[in-house]
């Protein structure tokens, strides 16, 4: 008989592994594992909305129907304030940071940065969406409510990251500095089981994920590095096959098992593009280093940038190392 780890089982032998570990960590990813199974669940009956009521209707219970990026966003935020080892949260559907200010959470040593449900444009079409997450130590005193500047500490301070793809089937992927490990949901059981143990990065790959349509708007070298795709060298796989989802998780998750780089350069418009740099970019930076790979913001690692803000962008590229140090290279040299 095959032995089964589940997501729980792993993280607790982790913990083993790390003396002095207090186990709060282990709790908040084990929270993270069961609000994401919650989304799960809401996510496969999206396409119920209109016969089950739409956002701003009532269903059967007399409840308010919530659209599916606010109800991740309720679901993780209420199980980080019930689990109690966290302080504060910064999400891409909040303005502000949410500082869990209670008896509780005030002696929590983590924060938590959160994009709920990315991939917003791919919800109401069934298309592959995700959740990502990090976790840093807060530099505030405990004891006392957090602040924001715990959420602006940079990436090489992460302690944990992941996400969570809701796609055909629906898996958690995270690492704590220990090498990256993925689990699917098995719906019928109701648990995260290893299925794709220490994932390392290709090294190096044959996909290309940009949306091209910013094409006029790109800078000469990221036209020049689009053409270099484009162009027939046997050699080196070329021309690399076009795949784009619009949905950072899903993008980031195919490329990472199939060998791929995943950019979304600054343009003419918006010199710092579109990702997040705290809640999209960091997290991902962190489980691509991990997984033998590299992020960069065309010049800079990302996991080093520093943010000012909460919701600051930036541009973003990630993949196997040769392939990130390819477009580095005509980012430098035009
Ligand atoms: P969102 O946070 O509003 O969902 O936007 C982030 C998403 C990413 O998942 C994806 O990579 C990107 O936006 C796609 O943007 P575009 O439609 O410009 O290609
Ligand atoms: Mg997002």
Avoid: W
Avoid at 57 to 65: D, I, K, L, S
Avoid at 133 to 158: C, H, M, N, V, W
Avoid at 186 to 211: A, C, K, W
Wanted: aromatic residues 8%; contains cysteine.
């Amino acid at each position: 008989m095959t032995t089964i780890t589940t997501l729980t089982k792993f993280i607790i032998d982790q913990q083993h592994e790390i003396p002095d570990a207090s186990g709060d960590l282990t709790r908040i990813l084990n929270d993270i594992g069961i609000a994401s199974k919650f989304v799960h669940r809401e996510v496969n009956k999206a396409g119920l909305a209109d016969i089950l009521g739409l956002e701003g209707t009532e269903n059967v219970q007399g409840e308010q129907q919530k659209k599916l990026d606010v109800y991740a966003n309720d679901q993780f935020i209420s199980a980080l304030k019930a689990g109690g080892q966290c302080a504060a949260i910064a999400s891409e559907e909040n303005e502000e940071v949410i500082i869990l200010d209670n008896s509780i959470s005030n002696k929590a040593k983590y924060v938590v940065a959160i994009d709920p449900l990315d991939g917003s444009s791919n919800i109401e079409v069934n298309v592959s969406i995700g959740t990502v997450f990090s976790i840093y130590k807060r530099k505030s005193e405990i004891g006392k409510p957090a602040d924001e500047s715990d959420l602006l500490q940079p990436g090489t301070d992460i302690v944990a990251a992941g996400y969570v793809i809701y796609g055909s089937s629906t898996m958690l992927v995270y690492t704590t500095g220990h090498g990256v490990n993925g689990f699917t949901l098995d719906p019928s059981v109701g648990l995260f089981i290893l299925s794709h143990p220490n994932i390392r990065y290709p090294e190096t790959g044959n996909i290309y994920s940009v949306n091209e349509s910013n094409h006029i708007y790109f800078q000469e070298s990221i036209k020049a590095y689009i053409q270099f795709c484009h162009e027939d060298d046997s050699n080196t796989g070329r021309p690399y096959i076009t795949r784009y989802i619009g949905s950072m998780v899903a993008d980031v998750h195919r490329n990472l098992l199939l060998g791929g780089i995943f950019l979304y350069p600054g343009t003419i418009k918006k010199p710092n593009g579109k990702l997040r740099l705290l809640y999209e970019c960091k997290p991902m930076a962190y489980i691509a280093e991990q997984a033998g790979g590299k992020a960069s913001d065309g010049s800079r690692r990302i996991l080093e940038i520093h943010p000012d803000s909460i919701h600051q962008r930036s541009p973003f590229y990630m993949g196997p190392t040769k392939m990130v140090e390819k477009i580095e290279e005509f980012i430098r040299f035009f």
